[in-house]
């Protein structure tokens, strides 16, 4: 008899609240940034992990890895619980589990060179001895990642901003992980430098074997690279499916209004009727019932009284609505998926062409005009 397979990484009721500063007659305020979250990530795969600014996405990808700790709930790797991890435990196991941070402008020491900051970990895990196989290993993870072995001796300010997210990729892969963590690694980059970096990280799941968790709120990203994705609201998931199922038939309104809030690309079709209304509700003033009811067109009173369960409803594919059946009937508005991180490059490279044209196009009718 075949045994199921075990993931790689599992949250079991994740939860952590922040407390603010009391005011002078109150009582502190508390930010539930996750609630209750349970999910498996498999060992290959790559989970994204979406959500508006306060969805708590990032906060949940920092548990994830024990970066923070929880406040209720379990983390297991490979089986084994981390929250029962000892210190010198957790500095083994940061060998295998790494991150990727989201601005490569404050994530590396700028009085460090190159060399120092990707071979930190070597030295941290006692991966090599001696410098200069440091320095070997160094060269040989920047040709990696697609810079020169000669930029080691170099600092952070020399270079662009895609180029530090490189080197910032090359130090994560210096302890040779298992697991790699994006906390939306191309969101501070161009968008002509985004594309590169995607492909740059699907290449490299491909040569290591890696299993990913991104997490972005750029949804032409998320298509281009994810296995599966989870969508996150004031702490919560509602949905999580395939990659595919999210974006060809989303089934909780809130997923539906981030794909149809996507920059529509495709010529002659309309833009769908906008499906948020309003803004996202204070983390410390949580609403009643479906948190994303104060928001959603579809809400009735059940939605504002009765909190939905995150169930499976088909190919171990989930969703937190009461709703999601009857709305799949009803829908009416077409949903237009975002464009695929390709076609974005192509779009700026074009951008980037049309504005050199139009700047050398401008200094020559400089020139040839009188002071």
């Not at 690279?225 to 919560?236: E, F, I, K, P, T």
Request: proline share 7%.
């Amino acid at each position: 008899m075949s045994l199921a397979p075990r993931p790689i990484l599992e949250a079991a009721g994740l939860s952590k609240v922040f407390k603010g500063p009391a005011s002078l007659f109150g009582k502190p305020k508390i930010v539930q940034a996750v609630d209750r979250v349970s999910l498996r990530v498999w060992h290959g795969e790559t989970l994204a992990i979406v959500g508006e600014s306060g969805s708590g996405k990032s906060t949940l990808g920092r548990l994830l890895l024990q970066l923070l700790n929880a406040s209720e709930g379990d983390v297991f790797y490979e089986g084994e619980n981390l929250r029962q991890f000892s210190a010198a435990q957790m500095k083994n196991l940061r060998r295998d589990l790494q991150i990727i941070f989201q601005d490569p402008f404050a994530s590396l020491n700028p009085r460090m060179t190159v060399e120092e900051i990707v071979g930190e970990p070597l030295w941290l895990h006692n991966i090599v001895s001696g410098k200069a196989d440091r320095q070997a290993r160094v060269r040989e993870l920047l040709t990696t990642v697609g810079l020169p072995a000669a930029f080691s001796n170099r600092y952070p300010h020399e270079f662009s901003g895609g180029q530090r997210q490189r080197i910032g990729i090359a130090r994560a892969l210096a302890s040779s992980p298992k697991l790699l963590l994006g906390d939306e690694p191309v969101s501070a980059l161009d968008v002509s430098v985004q594309a590169q970096v995607v492909n740059l990280l699907e290449n490299l799941k491909q040569q290591f074997g890696l299993t990913m968790i991104v997490v972005a709120h750029g949804l032409a990203v998320i298509r281009h690279m994810s296995d599966r994705v989870a969508v996150m609201y004031l702490g919560q998931i509602v949905e999580l499916a395939s990659t595919d199922d999210i974006f060809d038939q989303p089934l909780h309104p809130y997923t539906q209004a981030l794909i149809a809030s996507a920059p529509l690309l495709t010529p002659g079709v309309k833009r769908p009727v906008p499906l948020l209304q309003g803004d996202m509700p204070n983390p410390s003033s949580m609403p009643s019932g479906c948190r994303f009811h104060t928001r959603c067109a579809y809400a009735t009173d059940e939605c504002r009284l009765v909190e939905p369960p995150l169930e499976t409803v088909s190919n171990n594919r989930m969703v937190a609505c009461h709703r999601w059946s009857e709305l799949q009937h009803d829908r009416t508005s077409v949903l237009v998926p975002p464009p695929s991180a390709a076609f974005i490059l192509r779009r700026a490279l074009f951008e980037q062409a049309s504005q050199s044209r139009l700047s050398s196009s401008t200094s020559t009718s400089t020139l040839g005009t009188r002071p």
